[in-house]
Nanobody, 121 residues
Framework: QVEVVESGGGLVQAGGSLRLSCAAS????????MYWYRQAPGKQRELVAG???????NYADSVRGRFTISGDNAKNTVYLQMNSLKPEDTAVYYC???????????????WGQGTQVTVSS
């Protein structure tokens, strides 16, 4: 059994900062990568940032230079530092993890329940 839990969302004024955390727990053998997605009302879920087990990262153009993703492999945790927030960053932010439960087992995809980020103008 694996659980992915986000935390750190909230209400912030435009220009402010928030730090999201995502922790994966349970019978985890290894994590291939972890990602942050977001979904605003009436819009499709979109990729925000990702980090592989190697440490390589990728970002959506809309957040590059403002958001930073980082990870702690020992804690199976990924963070999203969000600076210079804009009202258009308002969304539910979801964590997505690609996890292997054993050495000979395939990778499975796991989603967190989401955390609300609201940026006021």
């Amino acid at each position: 059994q694996v659980e992915v839990v986000e935390s750190g969302g909230g209400l912030v004024q435009a220009g402010g900062s928030l730090r999201l955390s995502c922790a994966a727990s349970g019978s985890i053998f290894s994590i291939n990568a972890m990602y942050w997605y977001r979904q605003a009302p009436g819009k499709q879920r979109e990729l925000v940032a990702g980090i592989a087990s190697t440490g390589s990262t990728n970002y959506a153009d809309s957040v590059r230079g403002r958001f930073t993703i980082s990870g702690d492999n020992a804690k199976n945790t990924v963070y999203l530092q969000m600076n210079s927030l804009k009202p258009e960053d308002t969304a539910v932010y979801y964590c997505y993890a690609i996890i292997r439960l054993g050495p000979e087992r395939p990778f499975w995809n796991y989603w967190g329940q989401g955390t609300q980020v609201t940026v006021s103008s």
